[in-house]
């Protein structure tokens, strides 16, 4: 293949049009300039690519670069060829390498010479860069978004059911009883802190790179921060931020990095909270029902309801993983500054936000519509013996050391295993012959309601605790300004 490519009649450069004509006396091969275009994945960026262009024509003209009639005809060139890509109508060609020459190039065919003008002290390195900056900004605005009503969609299920009893896990073995709330909330704060991560992102791609040009910043007057006030690169207090090296300004990506470890973080968070789901929904456990708009069939056993979307988000958390490691090993090694290679660092960073994007709003979806078996999950809290820190803290608090109360009740354990019977179920003489220390109030701490009520530190499974847990998950949702 690669032969027939050499022997084929190669164009010249008046075939093509294309970017570098001067330097050149023949075009690359078709299959080349497919291998090389990234106008597959960056089209997506059409507003960001105009909104930059917009910006700097009008900063060129402020600064005395370009002419008023030029920015006046380059404006509504833009202005058009935002509404052909609204209304669909934008019609890419062969030799659209990526969105900013597709765009230069109907923007020439619109308005002429004024359209070649625009590229004036500026490179499409500054040019991806700030594209992208812009359109990770708003990427990660709106997982921001969704990991809140996430979040929400917690606080309301926790909410709903704060009476709830539930066996706690400790390696997937009945532990000790909780409140259901107690559970939920416990991922409560896992996506709060994810939501904190994207507004690290959001906050590291907030600089323009703008003015960089190629990479060592230009000869025009340019007024970096014109630019990147009128794109919304300013910091709360509406100051500009402005990448303050030309270098770093077009070879950075740390700010996609960081938007796909954010994305890959909340993804494990997800997929944690989809194998409990998983598990709750079996029969065994029987914790929830999924609602059947969150569930499907099989083709062959008509019993069947499968958590498909719980498992397919719990999968594509390891695609994320691999969006995280292929850019990290893209970037690795790379000198600087504009590299070529960098161009592979949107497919992975959109393909991460997509995914985040589709499985926030399935597993909040399936959160607000499934139900919660209350009686299966107390019933489940009756069993599995885990009254025995209880009663081995009760032995503790009446002078015991704690390593001989563990064994004391360790040999309660094997007795009610051994005689089919709760530790509840145990009688007083019986308590007693194991230790003499045990009186009738020892029986008490065996209740499930007496267990969650006894744990009482701050951050605990007593039902006063959550509820305040609860105020402080509020709390902290009512603060985030995102
Ligand atoms: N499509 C390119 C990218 O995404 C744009 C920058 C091209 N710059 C260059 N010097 N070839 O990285």
Redesign the pocket.
Known sequence: MHKARLTRKNKTMNDRPCLWGGRFLEAPDDDLLAFGA?IAI?SRMWREDIAGSLAHARMLENVGVLSGSDVKAIEAGLISIAEMFENGEFVFVESD??I?TAVERVLVEKVGEAGKRLHTGR???D??ATDTRLYMKNRTSEAIGQIKALCQTIVDVAEADIDVVMPGFTHLQKAQPVLFAHHMLAYFWMFQRDQHRMAEAYRAANASPLGAAALAGTSYPLDRRATACELGFVDADGMPQVVPNSMDAVSDRDFMLDAIYAASTTMMHLSRLCEEIILWSTEEFGFISLSDAYSTGSSIMPQKKNPDFAELVRGKTGRVYGDLITLLTVLKGLPLA?N?D??E??EASFDALDTLEQSLSTITGMLQTMTVHKDRMSTAAQGGFMAATDLADWLAKHSLPFREAHEVVGHLVLLAEKTKRSLSELRLDELQEACSLFDESALGVTDIAAMIEARTTEGGTSTERVKEQLELAKAALAASAY
């Open positions: 990234s960056d390498e990526d900013h490179s499409r390195n040019q991806v504009y070529k960098m161009q660092d949107k």
